[in-house]
């Protein structure tokens, strides 16, 4: 399923240069096969936007050849954005109205920075649920992401994020939850997925509101869950979208808090995603670091390079599976007009015939 450029949004051509399949606009209109159109909702703050928006639109480009995808990104208004960022969402994403008005077939949704204790005091709040309690009604499905879900799961479930004792960091093993689940069909059934959160909803929160988690791991918590139906909205609290050096570049990030003392404790490894070697090299550059500042001269160079160079990427493939899966799913089930939410005769109380099925067969479902 390959990327439409349909408009002079940057990402397409980076993505390009970088071997990514991307097919012009005027290609794409003469291949004769039906098309997905997908929402993007950007939340990201000015220095992730970009780079979010590469990581969501690559996963979606990632997945089977079936169909052409075009990408609509889209922000908020309640969003801090510095005026080379409001000129850049000006002049290539869409406007909320826009979307309305044309229709999408599925809904990305990306977490975001907050400075308040609830996120119903963001001032991004009431932006951004118009444009959820519109999806449920118009769109086939959406998926959210890490401080989207836990918006949404507040908005439509009552289910209160619970802080925790310090930072959920890393890369960690994951399980398959739910036997048989079409969004998990093909997927190994161990996995890893990088998480980086403050706040956790729990398994016994999502279960007690009637929502099916699908993935889970013993340290990391629940990464994936469905709602009530089990697909008009997926819940991600892990970032399979992540780059290999992601994590890495928020270390860098919390290590010159640090170091230029915004922040009092060294920042710990992120965990089972540095190597030996890595860990080795950071430790070096933070000795040198410290040396350097006691003694009033320059700070070295942060070893990027080295420690690139050592990492491994052990969730994207599992990442693209679901997304296609996911997408897949919005292909076969998707009105023909992309304003309509589902084609005649789906159930959009159970799209996927899921409920129906298990009350025909109590033995099927999470296993």
Not at 102 to 122: C, F, H, K, R, Y
Not at 157 to 166: A, D, F, L, T, V
Not at 236 to 263: A, C, M, W
Not at 336 to 353: F, T
Request: proline letters at 6%.
């Amino acid at each position: 399923m390959p990327l439409v450029q349909h408009s002079r949004l940057p990402t397409f051509e980076r993505l390009r240069d970088t071997g990514h399949e991307v097919l012009s606009l005027e290609r794409a209109t003469h291949q004769d096969i039906r098309e997905l159109h997908v929402g993007f909702l950007n939340m990201m703050p000015d220095a992730a936007l970009q780079a979010t928006e590469r990581q969501f639109i690559r996963l979606v480009g990632g997945c089977n050849r079936i169909a052409q995808f075009y990408v609509y990104p889209f922000s908020l208004e309640g969003l801090p954005r510095s005026p080379e960022t409001r000129d850049y969402i000006s002049r290539y994403y869409s406007s909320f109205e826009e979307i309305k008005a044309s229709g999408i077939d599925a809904l990305i949704i990306t977490g975001a920075n907050v400075a308040t204790p609830s996120l119903d005091q963001e001032p991004f709040w009431e932006p951004l649920m118009e444009v959820v309690d519109w999806a449920r009604d118009n769109v086939a499905s959406t998926l959210c992401s890490c401080l989207a879900t836990h918006a949404v799961l507040k908005r439509f479930y009552g289910i209160e994020r619970q802080p925790m004792p310090q930072k959920k960091w890393g890369v960690f093993s994951h399980q398959t939850a739910y036997d048989g689940h079409p969004l998990l069909r093909g997927i190994n059934t161990r996995f890893d997925v990088p998480h980086s959160r403050y706040n956790d909803i729990s398994r016994e929160q999502l279960e007690t509101a009637g929502l099916s988690v699908l993935v889970e791991s013993e340290e990391g918590g629940v990464h994936m869950a469905v709602s009530q139906d089990h697909f008009r909205t997926v819940f991600f609290q892990g970032h399979p979208e992540y780059d290999i050096n992601s994590l890495l570049k928020e270390y860098k990030r919390e290590v010159y808090r640090y170091l230029t003392g915004e922040v009092k404790k060294s920042p710990p490894f992120p965990q089972h995603y540095f190597p030996e070697s890595a860990k080795a090299a950071l430790d070096r550059f933070m000795a040198q670091a410290r040396t350097a500042l006691q003694n009033d001269r320059p700070m070295p160079e942060f070893n990027d390079q080295e420690v690139s160079s050592v990492l491994d990427n052990t969730w994207g493939d599992t990442g693209r599976s679901i997304i296609s899966n996911w997408l897949g799913l919005v292909y076969q089930l998707t009105n023909l007009d992309r304003r309509l939410q589902y084609m005649d005769g789906v159930d959009r109380g159970d799209p996927l015939g899921m409920i129906s099925m298990q009350k025909e067969d109590p033995g099927s479902g999470p296993g």
